[in-house]
């Protein structure tokens, strides 16, 4: 008797919170039906897919858009006011000031020498760390597609170093290549002297793009390796029926039915390149010198960072920039389009 009058207050608490979540759903669906019922009337049927989107149009308009035609009147106009209404109108003055030079080959001939440095430096670096990025990726990637121990296990190691924060990632290399490092510690306990990892420019360019590829390496091979397991294993009997070899199934085999993923893995390499800012920032602060100051840096720098607020500048630079992605593309379009 005693259990069951406890357990029926209990079951009669349950219903009634049922009942009353029920009842609330019902009124909730009640109202998103008389809602969107009169504002379908209003609209019409063929208007309600553009009530949904709105909300994303708004957030993109705010955020994206707004902020974007807003940089092209900074760009357009001079002084160190923040505000758009307190700044003169210069036309392309600070594009033509960016460009200002004798040689575009030296920079010390420059009205901008530090812009294009950075200009220089971006080249640099976006060649050496997507050729070494794509070249890494791939050798990874048909490795990890082959049967070996710990396939599941290697592949996850890869792909890990992607979720770190980049900050993070660069305070980590920073911690172990600083003067009193890790690897300064192992060095000097070999008895060698220990290295000028961060104060070396040529050192600081090698690491700024180590660090780079072994940051963001798993995603591209995660992309080859997909690409690799889509390969019917049939075409690679054939082939070795016909007596191919390892080496001749990879170039007449794997490479051209891999080039989509390829060409994919190069032109967001190409784009991330170009905008690296992050990793560099945290790990030399562009240093050395400028030894390591790319376009987005130069940007941030004459934007925020500056005693004299150059906004002008800055928003000219990041036109530029936007160009050269635009470029890039383009270009890519154009390469999807050969290989369809």
């Known amino acids: 008797m005693t259990v069951q009058t406890v357990t029926n207050p209990i079951k009669m608490a349950g219903s009634l919170i049922g009942l009353g979540i029920s009842s609330l759903l019902g009124i909730v669906v009640s109202a998103f ?34 902020p974007m035609l807003l940089n092209f009147w900074y760009a357009a106009t001079g002084g160190i006011e923040f505000f758009p209404a307190d700044r003169p109108f210069v036309g392309s003055n600070n594009l033509e000031q960016l460009l200002a030079c004798e040689s575009f080959l030296d920079p010390n001939t420059c009205r901008e020498d530090r812009f294009w440095r950075a200009v220089f430096n971006s080249i640099g670096y976006v060649v050496a760390q997507v050729s070494i990025m794509v070249i890494l990726s791939l050798l990874t990637a048909l490795v990890l597609n082959r049967s070996i121990r710990g396939r599941a296990f290697f592949r996850s190691v890869f792909f890990y ?32 002297d220990k290295a000028p990892f961060l ?57 051209p039915l891999l080039m989509p993923n390829l060409l994919v893995v190069l032109v967001l390499s190409l784009i991330r390149a170009v905008q690296v800012f992050d990793v560099v ?54 390469l999807s389009r050969q290989e369809d």
């Open 33 to 66: 039906d008389l809602f969107f019922g009169s504002l379908q009337r209003i609209v019409g049927l063929r208007g309600m897919p553009y009530v949904f989107v709105l909300p994303n149009l708004l957030i993109f308009s705010i955020f994206i858009l707004f």
């Open 161 to 192: 170093p992607v979720l770190l924060s980049p900050i993070v990632v660069a305070l980590i290399w920073k911690w172990i290549l600083q003067e009193n490092g890790v690897l300064n510690a192992i060095i000097n306990g070999f008895g060698f």
């Open 199 to 255: 104060v070396d420019a040529d050192w600081a360019r090698f690491w700024v793009v180590m660090i780079s590829v072994w940051a963001f390496m798993g995603f591209y091979t995660l992309i080859l390796l997909a690409g690799l397991q889509a390969i019917p294993t049939d075409v690679y009997e054939a082939a070795s029926i016909d007596g191919a070899s390892a080496w001749q199934s990879f170039w007449q085999i794997t490479l």
């Open 281 to 334: 920032f945290a790990f030399t602060g562009g240093g050395p010198g400028t030894a390591t100051q790319f376009l987005v840096q130069f940007i941030y720098d004459n934007g925020f960072t500056s005693a004299v607020k150059r906004y002008g500048i800055a928003a000219s630079a990041s036109l530029l920039m936007a160009g050269a992605l635009v470029i890039l593309t383009l270009f890519q379009l154009r």
